[in-house]
């Protein structure tokens, strides 16, 4: 009897010691392979998160040349108008009789110049208020119609608007408020 009990507890000891080795195995071999599937995934997220920021930076850096494209046509844009508006003014305050030939050239030029960079650009709003404009000027220099400056000065100030908004520079409306 003794003989039975001291093999069977020989057999339940060794059956013990090797189930607690092979369990330690086990336990240092999940966390072997938890850590490299860590390391793994790790990897492959640093790896898409440097993708995404390159991404980022491509889309900031378009924006903002985008914006600066942006930013100089409207400055083409409001110098070619400042030519014209200088002319009829002097036209609408009677200080000349008429346009000149080469000012009337110069406004049918440069008016589809400007047209087109708009188009390239702009927004809907920012082609509707310079056509306004346009259109305001249209009968005044080729067919003699009398204009008044100030609402000259008023649709320039609208295209000025839309275009600010369209930069997205302030949502405020500027205006005129001198008194000439």
Not at 21 to 38: D, E, F, G, P, T
Not at 101 to 126: C, P
Request: contains cysteine; hydrophobic residues 40%; charged residues 25%.
């Amino acid at each position: 009897m003794n003989d039975i009990l001291s093999t069977a507890a020989a057999i339940i000891a060794s059956v013990g010691g090797s189930t607690l080795i092979v369990a330690a195995c086990s336990n240092w071999l999940a966390k072997l392979w938890a850590s490299r599937m860590l390391q793994n995934e790790r990897a492959l997220h640093a790896e898409k998160l440097e993708s995404i920021k390159n991404e980022l930076d491509l889309l900031k850096q378009k924006d903002v040349t985008r914006h600066y494209e942006k930013l100089v046509i409207y400055k083409d844009v409001i110098h070619l108008v400042c030519e014209i508006l200088r002319e009829l003014e002097a036209v609408t305050v009677g200080k000349q009789k008429a346009l000149s030939e080469e000012a009337e050239h110069s406004f049918s030029f440069n008016r589809t110049k400007a047209y087109g960079y708009i188009a390239l650009v702009s927004s809907q709003n920012v082609l509707d208020k310079y056509n306004d404009l346009i259109d305001y000027f249209i009968p005044i220099v080729y067919e003699g119609q009398s204009g008044s400056w100030v609402e000259m000065r008023g649709k320039a100030d609208e295209m000025l608007n839309a275009m600010r908004l369209d930069l997205g520079i302030n949502e405020e409306e500027v205006m005129y408020r001198g008194s000439r």
